[in-house]
């Protein structure tokens, strides 16, 4: 069964880091293209960064300059470095495997098993 395994959520206060891993199980990264999205409370789902099977990198205008996203192929895992945390990048977490436009994203994540996260969730306090 192909799943990805998010971990590393938490509570952190404003200005602080976290590091979200999302691992692969029953198959591999190579050649993919990864996304994280978040959903915070009551509102839609964003895409957050992407990281290219080609190495390139997208990220959102509200977490540019404070994250980072990674990709380890040997370990089929990628991961999330979010520093200078604000209390607006409080949400559910996901990384998946599909890649959404502005155009075709719906209202909530559109979560899959195997092709998404569970989710974890990030709480940043001021």
């Known amino acids: 069964e192909r799943r990805l395994v998010e971990s590393g959520g938490g509570s952190v206060q404003a200005g602080g880091s976290l590091k979200l891993s999302c691992s692969a199980a029953?198959?591999?990264?190579?050649?993919?293209?990864m996304a994280w999205y978040r959903q915070p409370q009551g509102n839609a789902c964003e895409l957050v960064a992407i990281?290219?099977?080609?190495?390139?990198?997208y990220y959102s205008d509200s977490v540019k300059g404070r994250f980072a996203v990674s990709l380890d192929i040997a370990e089929s895992t990628v991961y999330l470095q979010m520093n200078n945390l604000k209390s607006e990048d409080t949400a559910v977490y996901y990384c998946?495997?599909?890649?959404?436009?502005?155009?075709?994203?719906?209202?909530?994540?559109?979560?899959?098993?195997?092709?998404w996260g569970q989710g974890t969730q990030v709480t940043v306090s001021s």
């Open positions: 998946s495997r599909t890649i959404l436009t502005l155009e075709t994203m719906p209202p909530s994540c559109p979560v899959r098993l195997g092709h």
């Open positions: 990281i290219n099977s080609d190495g390139t990198e």
């Open positions: 029953g198959f591999t990264l190579d050649g993919s293209d």
